[in-house]
């Protein structure tokens, strides 16, 4: 385990590689603070632009998995200040943060919140760094079978923890499930949905999907509310940032405690920080909040979420490099990348491919130092961002969307279905669906399928394949009970905590 650790700080610590961490941290910190941007969108940017300046995979991956992990601490800055979340995992730090802000103290919240983001994203990193490489070796073991029922295993932890609507978030993983199958069968050389239009043959493609369905889609929601006053002129104050020790201390077990539940919860596949922080604020509200003050500015609540959040997002590493299954929606976007690299993530990199599984484990380690000594001090120059209009901010994104595409494809046809994606995405979060059920079940479909048919054909069409090992059937079970048990027993799993966010 140290002699592959080693090895990939030998790759993170090259010239080029810390270069594209720092940048990856500013960029992630810069696009994690605007409200809406987050760190899908910023991955589903710079990733076609990383591909065509031709870095290697291990670099490209660095650059991405900075930009993901320095969202995550952008994001508390629009929550803190404006009680406006920059994701969907900083929504629990708006319930502690903002009201501290309106109390004067939002440097200190601001320090706060990067002290737990940096001690939760460390539990997270150090558990990747122990457990990924021993579940690689038991992944190993998995066949076509085992690795059908885990990512039916995926798409069931999905519904009843992703989004408010189970339904809503079935039915959108089911609609990213078929928009995998556009093209020609790779078993048959059968037609799937593709209307006749030579151009969808290849299918869908990953790049043209993620930056339609996310930023093309953010475009137009930021241009409907282009007429709506801004907030940024009820910025209050920020002041000092550099927390005291006495109230770092004052909170070292809400910390330590929402780490812990942060990576265990970013580990199930289809969770997400969101999740993560809900769970950590309620378990943290129910141990420590003997004066009833949580949601009145308890630094507590604010470092729970924080601490729970960053840990998840860590977290979600371990299952796609292990198993190949993606355990968010922007680790989705992740293994998207790495299979523009004609790399398989699973258990099998660990062997094949170290440089890139150990420089992005050791960038981590790297990116997350450097993201804290960035949000110390210049929380209130990140802040700064949240000042710039939409009529500046819109047509940047625009910018890069379609230059990123046609970078990629120089075919303005995969600029038209871009388009056509975007609407479809705006129209899916305009009636209420989360899109990050859809592109995991547009990541998750075509592996799925592929092997299902590898198990069918081993056992020559006998289904009784999917249920004849050990593995298989634990996992069968597990999907069943998370199905169930949040409707017949509540208290067993708490839904509703698990979904607020």
């Known amino acids: 385990m140290f002699d592959f650790l080693i090895q990939g700080f030998e790759v993170a610590l090259t010239p080029m590689n810390l270069g594209l961490a720092f940048m990856g941290a500013l960029l992630g910190t810069l696009f994690g603070a605007l409200p809406g941007i987050g760190p899908i969108n910023g991955i589903a940017i710079l990733m076609p632009l990383a591909y065509t300046l031709g870095l290697p995979a291990e670099s490209a991956l660095i650059l991405l998995a900075g930009v993901y992990t ?38 200190p919240a601001l320090g706060l919140s990067a002290v737990s983001s ?16 021993m579940l690689a070796k038991v992944a190993v073991m998995f066949g076509p079978a085992e690795f059908f029922a885990l990512m039916v295993f995926a798409f069931a932890s999905m519904a009843v923890m992703m989004g408010k609507d189970p339904i809503k978030t079935g039915i959108g993983a089911v609609l ?48 409907e509310h282009a ?44 969770t997400g920080a969101s999740v993560a922080s809900a769970v950590a604020y309620t378990t943290e509200k129910r141990l420590s909040d003997k004066d009833n003050t949580f949601g009145t500015g308890n630094m507590r609540g604010l470092a729970a979420p924080e601490a729970g959040n960053n840990a998840a997002a860590a977290g979600s590493f371990v299952p796609m490099l292990t198993l190949g299954i993606p355990g968010s929606g922007t680790t989705a976007v992740l293994l998207g990348a790495l299979m523009l690299y004609n790399i398989t993530p699973g258990p099998m990199m660990f062997s094949e ?43 940047g994104i625009a910018i890069l969307a379609f230059v990123g595409v046609y970078q990629l494809h120089s075919n303005l046809m995969a600029i038209y279905m871009m388009l056509v994606i975007g609407l479809f995405g705006y129209a899916l979060r305009k009636l209420g669906f989360s899109l990050a059920p859809v592109i995991l079940g547009y990541v998750l479909g075509g592996l799925m399928e592929d092997n299902l048919r590898r198990a069918l054909s081993i056992s020559g069409g006998d289904p009784g394949i999917l249920l004849q090992s050990g593995i298989s059937v634990g996992l069968w079970i597990a999907a069943v009970l998370l199905l169930v048990l949040p409707w017949l027993v509540p208290k067993v799993l708490p839904r509703k905590a698990l979904v607020d966010a």
């Open 70 to 107: 320095g969202s995550e601490y952008g994001g508390r800055m629009s929550s803190i200040l404006l009680n406006v979340p920059g994701d969907a995992g900083a929504v629990m730090t708006t319930l502690d943060g903002h009201p501290l802000a309106k109390k004067g103290l939002a440097g």
């Open 118 to 133: 940096f001690v939760g994203a460390t539990i997270a990193i150090i558990g990747l760094t122990l457990f990924a490489p």
């Open 176 to 223: 990213g499930v078929l928009i995998a199958m556009v093209g020609v069968d790779s078993g048959t050389g059968v037609l799937r949905y593709t209307f006749g239009m030579a151009e969808l043959y290849d299918g869908v493609d990953f790049v043209v999907m993620i930056i339609g369905l996310f930023a093309i889609s953010e475009i137009l929601l930021m241009l």
């Open 227 to 270: 007429h709506h006053k801004d907030s940024s002129d009820k910025m209050p104050p920020i002041g000092r940032v550099m927390v005291s020790l006495k109230e770092v201390l004052h909170c070292k077990w809400a910390m330590l405690r929402s780490g812990v539940i942060g990576f265990i919860v970013g580990v199930l596949p289809g």
């Open 353 to 395: 491919r170290p440089e890139v599984a150990g420089g992005l484990i050791a960038s981590l380690y790297i990116g997350n130092i450097m993201l804290l000594l960035l949000n110390l001090p210049l929380a209130g120059v990140f802040a700064k961002v949240l000042t710039i209009p939409r009529w500046t901010l819109v047509p």
